[in-house]
Structures are given as structure tokens and as C-alpha cells.
């Protein structure tokens, strides 16, 4: 018997008429597979996922039906519901609901109404499932994102769920800890034979491993095959999902090949040694030497050393750096190797100890308050939604310049135009990005 | 001192020893009791704070002064009159009076100091989550969602000064309150938005589906069972005694303490040593572990 079965899922949010969020979907899942749902932001994909669980269904007009185990979804009794299907979200933050890490493990257990002696056995079992026992006693705040998700997946996991649904659960982290909640979505489905339902943009560490991989367009599913066919019906299609497909794909499919796809690029390699028995000469990309001294440079740091508070070590130790006029500069590091510092640094929210930052020749702190900002430095936080304050994405942009024509303007550069009375938090994460770009310029 | 070998012990232990030390602090007015109270209590912060402590027992003295010599001044009660001032008596009585309120004052804002490091938030919820689980639940988010507001508060002040919108250290006061207006607004409706994802994994996960149960990440051992034993004991003595009246003291309008004999400062002995039973914890496991130290 299938896992999920949706039947003719029919879907319209109340406020678009007669847009339709999922048009005529059926689909079945199996026990214990392991499927990707992808598709272009707005192609439905959340809507779907949030059919699967009663409490998250959106409102609107909708038709067909949707079984779990054999069983009228909305005949299942919710707090079995609850248990048997776990729901993943994207923002890390926000769904965590207490502040002590072991007390989360224990939320959905203490919602179903456990005994003390089960809750104690699954979440030690979790814990060390995944590897939380080094930080189960901390507070959630002083979390990394990473972690955070992590535990997100445990305190679910803790509640022994059937089916695992996530939605884009890795969309907020670095790529580091993205692979590593990948990887350990990825043990789940093997070890613990849970059925896995995720959208997902990284497809490249996830691809591999997949039983199947939907494709969504506006509310349809236009393709549904396993992730070794699935390209070549892209590819065939012409579709711009084919872009986001793996590397190792889209090099296969453009060259023409032949046989089966590779999906990871170790696969790719072997494939690519098999085809070109002359090995293709890698040209070699010419290279910019960057002169040690720069001739008036748009910004100069002279050894700055910064820490945060006072017995904590330093995060900025000696930074010296010059950066031409009109270049790009990409500052590269791991985590917590001080980047964002540095660049709180030229803005002055950071004041280093020592050490001096000049923009255009005049040291930063000789600027008068707001003068720095006008035409000289800007910056783009990292979470798009701090820059926000109105509630229309037209009227962001006033609050920057009343000139009307540059307003214009930047909105063309940044692809916002069609946006612009929109709420900026019903943006999508990609137009939050560009529209607070469109606010900063 | 992060490892307080008290504040290992189960919450209940905690807050059993916290009520016996706070409730006899303040019905106690014997002055030696007082005394023992402060003592017992300024060791345990020190334990507790480290050279941090220091600092704030010593700013308790002026504090200990200023309500001593303030009493008289509203309590013009007492036979024995020092001097007199726009015809009012200052009195000695008021003036020892002054000294035992305090003393009080002092023991407990020392007590309240070292109940705030020892029972957290969640030991406290903890504690009381089998009898209120939606209300100990309510006070969790509370105290999760502060030094969340708190830490977006901070990013939302960087990103906008960034942009050069953030308030300089001469901006008028108009501009400071229109610009912290904004942050406010924009913390509210971020709050907001981020409380639909919350209620929403709450739900997905069950909540209000069947009757809450409230996870118990402390288990009372045995070292807990024999502590709160001993703590029962001598509490018990301690009221034996002090229902016998050997910690009778009385300020107004004539002094009438109760001296101590040979008799009731077993009482005193009791109480002392209840007091100084956490930092006797500690204590001892340094010892503990510098003998085994020596052994290797």
C-alpha cells in the first residue's frame, strides 16, 4: 500500500482568483523513499507540502483527496497525525518554541502527553543520534543556525514520525552546514527507513541519493522520474529548471552525451576520462597581478585589532587591506573568520581598538554623522528583512532618495519593478535580497 | 564560579533551601541570627559571583548605613532619646531597629542574588511544569523570546546605521525617539511574523492534542533524598527553638533581646549550619578533589 496518495489535488489561494497554487496533482508515494520535489520559487512546492499536514493546510478552494496509509488524510486523528508526520521548516529560528536545547528534544513528546520514562529514553536516543549531547544543556540562543536545524530535525525525529516533510530546510545555513543536515536527512531515510519528502535548492548533495525527483511548474508536475532520468526530460524540454540541475548533469546533457547520467562528480570524472581519451587542455584563466601599492586607493584598513567585549579574544587581529576605486573585492573565509567584522568595521558600527580606516583618503572617524553614508559607503546586511521598515517595497525605497527617476532606475537594475507594491515580507527570499539591494543603492 | 556544586543538586533541594534561608532571614530579628544570615549569605555570593561579588557586597555597606540612620528619622519610637531635631526625637531604640531592618534588607538581596544564579528560569519551570504545564510553557517562550527581541533589536540599529539611517551621538532627541519608533516597528512585525512559524511547528508537533506532560531533565538521587533530609532536620530544630523563645527580639519602644545561653545557641548552631550548607558543598568537593589530586 502507497505511503501518501494524492488524488486530483486542486488548489487556489482566496486572494488569486483564478490562479491556481496546484493545478490537478496526483502522485504516490512509497514507504521508505526518499523523493525531491523541485521546481522555480512560486511553482507550488510549499503549497503541496503543506497539503500533507491537516494543521499546516493553507485556506483556500480546493478539490481531490489525499490518503495516508489508506486513510482520508482528514480522517486521521491529528494527534496521530502529529506523531507520524513530521514537518520541517525553512527559518531555524522561528520554529523553535523554548529556550533550553534538551527542552525542545522533549517538546512534541510532552505535546503527546509521554510518561517520563519514555521521553528520557527517545531524547538520550536523539541526542545521540545526532550528536546534540555536547550542547544538550546550553540555551537555544547561542546556537549556530546550523545547530539550530539540526535540532529542529531531532526534536522531531524524537517523536518517531513516518514520514520526514522538509521544506527547504537549508535554505538559511552556510553550505558547510547544509551538507552536513543533507547528510544526516540522507542516514535517517537509510538507517531508520523514515520516507523523506524535500525541496531543496543544493541539488547537487542530494541528487545522488534520491529514489525520485519532481519537477514543479506552476502547480503542475511536469516531470517525475528517478534523478538519473529526470535530466534528459529537461534537457529535452528546454526548461529553465535544467540550470539548476547538478553540474555533472548539465555538462552530460550539453555535450551530448550518451548512456547513463552521472550525478556526482566523481561519476562525471570517470565518464569524462572514458569519452576524451585526449585530455582536454585547460586553459589557463589570465590573472590580474594586483599591485602591492595602490595609487589612492577608495578604501584602505591599516591594522586593525577588534574584539567584542573585553575578555574575549580578538576577532580582527592586524587586518591591512587596500581596495582600488571602482573594483570588486570578495572577502573569503570560514566561519566566524571575522568578514562580516571587518565590514562593521569600515561602517563603524564596530569601533576597532586599534588601527585606522580611511575611505577616500579621510580617516572614518573624522566623518560627520551621516556624511559617510551619502555616496561613500553602503552595506547589505546579511538578512535582507532588518533593512525593512514600510510596509510596500516602493515606499522602502523613498525613504533612501525622493528623486523619483533614480528610484526608477534602481528598481530596473535590481528586477524589482513588478514588485513594487508588494509587502516586502510576501517577497521571496531571492526578491528580499534584490529589493534591499534596490534600497541600499 | 560556573561549577557551584549546589546548583548541581535537583531544583526542589534548591528551592527548599532557598525558602527555609529567606523565610527565617526575615522572621528572625535576633541580631546574631541577622548576623549569621549576612555571613552565610555573603560567603555563598562570593562562592557564587567571584571577584564580580565582591563589588556589589561591598556596595551593600552604604546601603546598610543609609537605612540604619534613615529609620530613626520616620520611627520616632523608643525611650531612649539621643538628641532631637525640629521637634522630633531620634531615638537609640529606632536607631538598632534601623540596623536589624538592614541587616534584613541586606540578607536578602544577597539571598535573592544567589537564588537568581542557582534557580534559572528553567529549573524553575521545571520545577513547577507537572502542576501549570501551559503557564510554565507560557514563561519558557518568555524567556526564550527576549534575548531573541533583544538580539534583533541590535541587527535591525546595525543595518540601518549602515545605511547611513542610524542616530549619531549629536542627532537631536526628535530623531532619536522617530528613528527608535522605526527599529520598534520593525521589530513588531518581524515578531510577528516569526510567531506564525512558531505556532505553526507548535502545532505540527502536537500541541493541543492531548493533555501536556512536563519532561524532568533532573532526577532526585540519593545525595538530594539525605540533603533534604538533613535540611528538614534542621529546620526543625530551629523552629523547636525559636518557638521556645530563644530568638525572641524586640526593638520597640524597649529593647528585649533574648541573650544567648548555653542552651538556646544550639539554635544558633543549627541555623548557622543550615545557612552555610551550600557553601560547605563546595568546600568540600574542593577538598575531595585535592585528595585525590595528592593520590595520583
Request: glycine content about 8%; aromatic content about 10%; hydrophobic content about 40%.
Amino acid at each position: 500500500m502507497e505511503h501518501f496518495k494524492i488524488e486530483n489535488l486542486t488548489f487556489s489561494y482566496p486572494t488569486s482568483k483564478d490562479k491556481k497554487s496546484l493545478d490537478n496533482v496526483s502522485l504516490k508515494i512509497e514507504k521508505g523513499e526518499y523523493i525531491v520535489l523541485c521546481g522555480k520559487s512560486g511553482s507550488g512546492k510549499t503549497t503541496l507540502l503543506r497539503h500533507l499536514k491537516t494543521v499546516l493546510t493553507p485556506h483556500g478552494k480546493r478539490s481531490g483527496e489525499i490518503y495516508f496509509n489508506g486513510i482520508a488524510l482528514k480522517d486521521v486523528k491529528n494527534r496521530d497525525e502529529s506523531a507520524k508526520i513530521g514537518y520541517v521548516m525553512q527559518n531555524p529560528d522561528d520554529q523553535i518554541v523554548t529556550d533550553k536545547v534538551w527542552h525542545e528534544l522533549a517538546f512534541g513528546l510532552e505535546s503527546l502527553g509521554c510518561d517520563q520514562k519514555t521521553m528520557r529514553s527517545r531524547v538520550a536516543e536523539m541526542a545521540c543520534y545526532f550528536g546534540i549531547q555536547d550542547w544538550f544543556h546550553r540555551d537555544v540562543a547561542v546556537l549556530s543556525g546550523g545547530q539550530k536545524q539540526l535540532l529542529n530535525l531531532a526534536s522531531i525525529m524524537a517523536m518517531q514520525p513516518e514520514v520526514l516533510i522538509l521544506d527547504e530546510p537549508t535554505s538559511q545555513l552556510d553550505p558547510i552546514a547544509a551538507s552536513d543536515f543533507l547528510n544526516t536527512v540522507r542516514k535517517i531515510n537509510t538507517e531508520l527507513g523514515t520516507t523523506v519528502i524535500i525541496t531543496e535548492h543544493r541539488l547537487e548533495d542530494i541528487f545522488p541519493y534520491a529514489d525520485r525527483a519532481i519537477v514543479m511548474d506552476s502547480g503542475k508536475i511536469i516531470a517525475d522520474d528517478t534523478p538519473r532520468n529526470i535530466g534528459k526530460l529537461l534537457f529535452e524540454q528546454n526548461n529553465p529548471m535544467f540550470t539548476a540541475m547538478p553540474t555533472p548533469v548539465r555538462v552530460f546533457y550539453n555535450a551530448d552525451g550518451d548512456g547513463d547520467c552521472p550525478l556526482t562528480v566523481r561519476e562525471g570524472r570517470a565518464w569524462l576520462n572514458k569519452e576524451f581519451e585526449i585530455k582536454p587542455q585547460i586553459a589557463e584563466i589570465p590573472c590580474k597581478n594586483i599591485d602591492d601599492d595602490i595609487e589612492n586607493p577608495a578604501l584602505s584598513l591599516k591594522e586593525l585589532w577588534f574584539r567584542y567585549e573585553k575578555d574575549t579574544p580578538d576577532i580582527l587581529r592586524g587586518v591591512s587591506l587596500e581596495i582600488p576605486a571602482s573594483s570588486i573585492t570578495a572577502i573569503v573565509g570560514g566561519n566566524g573568520a571575522g568578514k562580516s567584522t571587518t565590514l562593521k568595521a569600515i561602517c563603524g558600527i564596530c569601533k576597532p581598538y586599534r588601527g585606522k580606516i580611511k575611505v577616500f583618503g579621510k580617516a572614518v572617524n573624522k566623518f560627520k554623522s551621516g556624511e559617510l553614508f551619502k555616496n561613500c559607503v553602503s552595506m547589505l546586511p546579511q538578512d535582507p528583512k532588518s533593512l525593512f521598515v514600510k510596509s510596500k517595497v516602493s515606499d522602502e525605497l523613498a525613504e533612501m532618495t525622493k528623486d523619483k527617476n533614480k528610484i526608477n532606475e534602481v528598481a530596473e537594475t535590481c528586477q524589482i519593478t513588478e514588485l513594487m507594491n508588494n509587502h516586502p515580507y510576501d517577497l521571496s527570499g531571492g526578491e528580499q535580497q534584490r529589493a534591499a539591494l534596490a534600497k541600499v543603492l | 564560579m560556573k561549577d557551584d556544586a549546589f546548583s548541581k543538586l535537583h531544583p526542589a533541594v534548591n528551592l527548599l533551601f532557598f525558602i527555609g534561608a529567606i523565610c527565617f532571614g526575615v522572621l528572625l530579628q535576633h541580631p546574631v541570627y541577622l548576623l549569621a544570615g549576612i555571613f552565610a549569605s555573603g560567603v555563598y555570593y562570593f562562592m557564587l559571583n567571584g571577584r564580580k561579588g565582591v563589588k556589589t557586597i561591598l556596595l551593600m555597606i552604604p546601603l546598610f548605613i543609609f537605612i540604619t540612620l534613615f529609620n530613626p528619622i520616620v520611627n520616632t519610637r523608643g525611650v531612649t532619646v539621643l538628641f532631637s531635631y525640629l521637634n522630633r526625637p531620634y531615638t537609640l531604640e529606632a536607631l538598632i531597629y534601623g540596623v536589624a531592618v538592614a541587616a534584613t534588607f541586606v540578607l536578602m538581596l544577597l539571598w535573592f542574588g544567589c537564588y537568581g544564579k542557582v534557580l534559572t528560569g528553567d529549573k524553575f519551570t521545571c520545577l513547577f511544569g507537572n502542576l501549570a504545564p501551559s503557564l510554565s510553557l507560557l514563561l519558557v517562550m518568555v524567556f526564550r523570546m527576549i534575548p531573541n527581541l533583544l538580539q534583533k533589536a541590535k541587527q535591525i540599529i546595525g543595518a540601518r546605521s549602515s545605511i547611513g539611517k542610524g542616530t549619531a551621538e549629536k542627532s537631536s532627541i526628535k530623531d532619536k525617539l522617530g528613528s527608535g519608533m522605526t527599529v520598534i516597528g520593525v521589530l513588531t512585525s518581524w515578531a510577528l511574523e516569526g510567531s506564525i512559524t512558531t505556532s505553526d511547528s507548535m502545532r505540527s508537533r502536537g500541541y493541543g492534542t492531548s493533555k501536556r506532560t512536563s519532561f524532568m531533565v533532573y532526577r532526585m538521587t540519593k545525595t538530594d533524598w539525605i540533603l533534604s533530609f538533613i535540611m528538614l532536620l534542621l529546620l526543625g530544630v530551629v523552629i523547636f527553638f525559636a518557638a521556645n523563645g530563644g530568638m525572641n527580639a524586640e526593638f520597640l519602644p524597649e529593647r528585649n533581646i533574648t541573650p544567648i545561653n548555653g542552651f538556646n545557641i544550639i539554635g544558633f548552631i543549627t541555623y548557622l549550619g543550615y545557612l552555610l550548607i551550600p557553601a560547605a558543598l563546595n568546600v568540600k568537593e574542593v577538598i575531595q578533589w585535592n585528595i585525590s589530586k595528592s593520590k595520583i
